[in-house]
């Protein structure tokens, strides 16, 4: 399907957008508060549903076989090849300096502002990630020097968009 759009850059010229059904989307939240260990980086149990339209995230606590794929514990792992805005973001409980990252396969991929520091701060990250659609997938991680991450669905969230087909 085409849609006819105007181009900002110069008047009067149209352009095509794309709109395609198989664009994974989806977005989590960790449903109650989730113990880790201080100063070590720890996967977020992001295991309660908002949306996932290509049912490529598992919000379980160990590997499940998702379209055809194994995806490993609070990951997403989409099976189109392309280009992903992922963000995850964690509101740490107490007086503490909190970081939020996103891990691509098992490699650290980036990390939000750290410290942040105070009475429950939220720590966010987003990055755009090529994932090639046959076994890539992104995990959501938390770093505390206190020991709570906050589950509720306003305060600790994963999601993930396609951007753009690879």
Same mark, same amino acid.
Request: overall charge neutral; proline content about 4%.
């Given at each position: 399907?085409?849609?006819?759009?105007?181009?900002?850059?110069?008047?009067?010229?149209?352009?095509?957008?794309?709109?395609?059904?198989?664009?994974?989307?989806?977005?989590?939240?960790? !449903?109650?508060?989730?113990?880790? /260990?201080? =100063?070590?980086? #720890?996967? $977020?149990?992001? *295991? %309660?549903?908002?949306?996932?339209?290509?049912?490529?995230?598992?919000?379980?606590?160990?590997?499940?076989?998702?379209?055809?794929?194994?995806?490993?514990?609070?990951?997403?792992?989409?099976?189109?090849?392309?280009?992903?805005?992922?963000?995850? !973001?964690?509101?740490?409980?107490? /007086?503490? =300096?909190?970081? #939020?990252? $996103?891990?691509? *396969? %098992?490699?650290?991929?980036?990390?939000?502002?750290?410290?942040?520091?105070?009475?429950?701060?939220?720590?966010?990250?987003?990055?755009?990630?090529?994932?090639?659609?046959?076994?890539?997938?992104?995990?959501?991680?938390?770093?505390?020097?206190?020991?709570?991450?906050?589950?509720? /669905?306003?305060?600790?969230?994963?999601?993930?968009?396609?951007?753009?087909?690879?």
């Amino acid at each position: 399907m085409s849609v006819s759009v105007i181009d900002a850059t110069s008047t009067g010229s149209t352009g095509t957008v794309m709109v395609s059904g198989n664009m994974p989307a989806c977005s989590y939240y960790l !449903s109650s508060n989730q113990t880790i /260990s201080a =100063s070590t980086h #720890t996967a $977020i149990a992001f *295991n %309660t549903k908002i949306f996932d339209t290509a049912n490529a995230f598992n919000n379980t606590g160990s590997a499940v076989t998702l379209n055809g794929l194994s995806v490993p514990a609070y990951s997403f792992c989409p099976p189109v090849a392309g280009y992903y805005q992922v963000t995850v !973001s964690a509101q740490m409980l107490g /007086s503490v =300096s909190a970081e #939020t990252s $996103i891990y691509k *396969n %098992t490699n650290f991929y980036l990390y939000g502002p750290f410290p942040m520091t105070g009475n429950g701060p939220n720590t966010q990250v987003t990055a755009l990630i090529y994932l090639n659609g046959v076994g890539d997938y992104v995990t959501g991680y938390g770093l505390s020097t206190g020991t709570s991450i906050n589950g509720t /669905s306003t305060a600790t969230t994963f999601s993930a968009i396609m951007m753009r087909a690879a």
